[in-house]
């Protein structure tokens, strides 16, 4: 048996999107010595898109991973020390701040918060038992196991019709399944969808079922038409469920004050949060804008906000 091992750090970063990165370059930079913990996939929501073309500085677009890779390559130049272990416990009460995984106790004088979010789910058991097996939340990732199938995506806002557009690379006809007769998506999403021929949308629709095994993967969906009361089956190869994210704020709960849907609550134009010494940026926090570009912003005002606190604390 291994014993746990402890281990001091001034500031502790968890998350490698944009938010946590961008935090981690700046506080480097001013000789923080920042240790930046993530879990097993690195670079955050981005790493699952495919071409980001409303960074600024990338006038020809740019690959999300790609983008996230310069980011982390651009934090390690400055000396964060990135590191790749799941917290599973956060203690923010006394201080300083202790942070666990399995084999590590971190303790540490500050923390910047930014866990990201994480994708949605119907909540269907069917959904969950054929995930991996034709379910997915990750076009990127999935989409050319189904080269020359059908595909069906469920949502529809932007990143519904996002990944129904970029899917039409590999299937042979996508799906879009909205429960509403309106798209929530930008005008300017809804026209590529629209102009795309190999998309049809199925409006009113809610899926009601999975259909498939283990065995065979997914074979086809049962759909409720909420406008007709009428139940039908679609045969569908895979299923990719787009329906939005909720924030990765769990190991705060009862510590970090949050709003009704787990998002961390910062103060007025600021990263601080109820507890002194903690910021919080990012999506985890922000349930309106949810760019790359404003989740970089915010970490870059963490880290000021931190540094600055620090130097207020002598520590
Ligand atoms: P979103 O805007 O919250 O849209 C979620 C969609 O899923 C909505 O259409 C919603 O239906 C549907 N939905 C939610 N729960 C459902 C359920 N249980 N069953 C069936 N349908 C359900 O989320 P998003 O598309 O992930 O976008 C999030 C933010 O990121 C937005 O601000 C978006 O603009 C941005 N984004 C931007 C880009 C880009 O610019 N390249 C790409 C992706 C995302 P209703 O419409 O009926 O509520």
Redesign the pocket.
Same mark, same amino acid.
């Given at each position: 048996m291994t014993t746990p091992t402890s281990s001091h750090k001034r500031l502790i970063i968890l998350g490698s999107g944009p938010a946590g990165l961008t935090a981690a370059i700046y506080t480097a930079r001013a000789n923080l010595s920042p240790v930046l913990i993530h879990g097993p996939l690195p670079g955050g929501q981005l790493t699952t898109t495919t071409e980001v /073309?409303?960074f600024p500085g990338f006038p020809d677009g740019v690959m999300g991973p790609d983008l996230m890779a310069q980011m982390e390559k651009q934090a390690a130049r400055f000396g964060t020390d990135i590191k790749v272990e799941t917290i599973t416990d956060a203690d923010l009460r006394s201080r300083p701040f202790t942070l666990r995984t399995s084999g590590t106790t971190y303790t540490c004088d500050a923390l910047i918060v930014a866990t990201g979010a994480t994708a949605?789910l +119907? !909540?269907l058991p069917s959904e969950k038992a054929l995930m991996g097996y034709g379910v997915s939340t990750c076009a990127t990732c999935d989409g050319a196991f189904f080269r020359n199938k059908i595909i069906m995506v @469920? &949502? &529809? &806002?932007? @990143? =519904?019709c /996002?990944e129904a557009n970029f899917l039409t690379r590999f299937g042979s006809k996508v799906y879009l399944v909205? *429960? *509403?007769d309106t +798209? *929530? =998506? @930008?005008k300017i999403?809804q026209d590529r969808l629209q102009k795309n021929p190999k998309v049809e949308v199925l409006w009113n629709s /809610?899926i009601q079922e999975v259909l498939g095994s283990k065995q065979q993967g997914v074979t086809g969906v049962k759909l409720f038409n909420n406008k007709t009361k009428e139940t039908h089956e679609v045969k569908t190869d895979s299923l990719f469920v =787009?329906? !939005?994210?909720s924030p990765t704020s769990q190991l705060f709960k009862n510590q970090l004050e949050m709003d009704e849907n787990g998002y961390i609550i910062t103060r007025p134009n600021s990263s601080t949060t109820n507890i002194p010494g903690v910021f919080v940026c990012g999506d985890v926090q922000d349930h309106v804008? *949810?760019?790359a570009v404003t989740a970089a912003g915010s970490g870059c005002m963490a880290a000021i906000d931190c540094e600055r606190w620090l130097e207020t604390q002598g520590h």
């Amino acid at each position: 048996m291994t014993t746990p091992t402890s281990s001091h750090k001034r500031l502790i970063i968890l998350g490698s999107g944009p938010a946590g990165l961008t935090a981690a370059i700046y506080t480097a930079r001013a000789n923080l010595s920042p240790v930046l913990i993530h879990g097993p996939l690195p670079g955050g929501q981005l790493t699952t898109t495919t071409e980001v /073309e409303n960074f600024p500085g990338f006038p020809d677009g740019v690959m999300g991973p790609d983008l996230m890779a310069q980011m982390e390559k651009q934090a390690a130049r400055f000396g964060t020390d990135i590191k790749v272990e799941t917290i599973t416990d956060a203690d923010l009460r006394s201080r300083p701040f202790t942070l666990r995984t399995s084999g590590t106790t971190y303790t540490c004088d500050a923390l910047i918060v930014a866990t990201g979010a994480t994708a949605k789910l +119907l !909540g269907l058991p069917s959904e969950k038992a054929l995930m991996g097996y034709g379910v997915s939340t990750c076009a990127t990732c999935d989409g050319a196991f189904f080269r020359n199938k059908i595909i069906m995506v @469920s &949502g &529809g &806002g932007d @990143s =519904a019709c /996002e990944e129904a557009n970029f899917l039409t690379r590999f299937g042979s006809k996508v799906y879009l399944v909205h *429960r *509403r007769d309106t +798209l *929530r =998506a @930008s005008k300017i999403m809804q026209d590529r969808l629209q102009k795309n021929p190999k998309v049809e949308v199925l409006w009113n629709s /809610e899926i009601q079922e999975v259909l498939g095994s283990k065995q065979q993967g997914v074979t086809g969906v049962k759909l409720f038409n909420n406008k007709t009361k009428e139940t039908h089956e679609v045969k569908t190869d895979s299923l990719f469920v =787009a329906i !939005g994210h909720s924030p990765t704020s769990q190991l705060f709960k009862n510590q970090l004050e949050m709003d009704e849907n787990g998002y961390i609550i910062t103060r007025p134009n600021s990263s601080t949060t109820n507890i002194p010494g903690v910021f919080v940026c990012g999506d985890v926090q922000d349930h309106v804008y *949810r760019q790359a570009v404003t989740a970089a912003g915010s970490g870059c005002m963490a880290a000021i906000d931190c540094e600055r606190w620090l130097e207020t604390q002598g520590h």
